[in-house]
Nanobody, 124 residues
Framework: QVQLVESGGRLVQAGGSLRLSCAAS????????MGWFRQAPGKEREFVAA????????YYSDSVKGRFTISRDNAKNTVYLQMNSLKPEDTAVYYC?????????????????WGQGTQVTVSS
């Protein structure tokens, strides 16, 4: 199965933008549905965005819809999360996750491969 490594998290001011990347090892990345989740201090890990195997279908949580965009480049074994109009409440550790299936998945328990996370901090 793939292994995932996130990058791109940093401190940014409210209203700014960031692009997170999740690089996957292995030659079967295109067979995985991918998702982004986040976890703020003292809170449960929550769904952010998901995409199917070829990137044609995406789904977002209401809290990020219209501000975040998930995309993938199967040739580069990478999934991205473009985050615009960032708010302090977006502060969290962001995780990418993978599941070797077709379709879209929004539950944490749907995924069985996880990265180590990358910290995003949005200052007011």
């Amino acid at each position: 199965q793939v292994q995932l490594v996130e990058s791109g998290g940093r401190l940014v001011q409210a209203g700014g933008s960031l692009r997170l990347s999740c690089a996957a090892s292995g030659r079967t990345f295109s067979s995985y549905a991918m998702g982004w989740f986040r976890q703020a201090p003292g809170k449960e890990r929550e769904f952010v965005a998901a995409t199917n195997q070829n990137g044609a279908t995406t789904y977002y949580s209401d809290s990020v819809k219209g501000r975040f965009t998930i995309s993938r480049d199967n040739a580069k074994n990478t999934v991205y999360l473009q985050m615009n109009s960032l708010k302090p409440e977006d502060t969290a550790v962001y995780y990418c996750a993978a599941r070797a299936s077709t379709g879209l998945y929004i539950r944490r328990t749907d995924y069985y491969v996880w990265g180590q996370g990358t910290q995003v901090t949005v200052s007011s």
